[in-house]
């Protein structure tokens, strides 16, 4: 099994930043990838990005390009969303998850592990 923990979420005005974690424990070495995603009140869960944990390849949501960046630190299972000129329209819970499989995927049904979400809010 592996747990998932996030945090980093808050308030912030609009144009500002934010850095989201996800820390990993547990059975890390089964782990592939890893995505943020985020839902919205009222809307679906979308995807927002993943890195895989070898090689570090990146993807993204389009409309989030050059705004958000993913990384990673290895040593510490820990994967990070740096979320730039932040807009209210990201107000959102925004989760982690992990997945066991090769590949990346911007599909939540492909990941194994999420979790419990970190909230962020943005005012105008």
């Known amino acids: 099994q592996v747990q998932l923990v996030e945090s980093g979420g808050g308030l912030v005005q609009a144009g500002g930043s934010l850095r989201l974690s996800c820390t990993a424990s547990?059975?890390?070495?089964?782990?592939?990838?890893m995505g943020w995603f985020r839902q919205a009140p009222g809307k679906e869960r979308e995807f927002v990005s993943a890195?895989?944990?070898?090689?570090?390849?990146?993807y993204y949501t389009d409309s989030m390009k050059g705004r958000f960046t993913i990384s990673r630190d290895n040593a510490k299972n820990t994967v990070y969303l740096q979320m730039n000129s932040l807009k209210p329209e990201d107000t959102a819970v925004y989760y982690c998850?992990?997945?066991?499989?090769?590949?990346?995927?911007?599909?939540?049904?492909?990941?194994?592990?999420w979790g419990k979400g970190t909230r962020v809010t943005v005012s105008s």
């Open positions: 998850a992990a997945r066991r499989r090769e590949g990346i995927t911007a599909t939540d049904l492909n990941y194994d592990y």
């Open positions: 547990g059975r890390t070495f089964s782990l592939h990838a």
């Open positions: 890195i895989t944990w070898s090689g570090g390849n990146t």
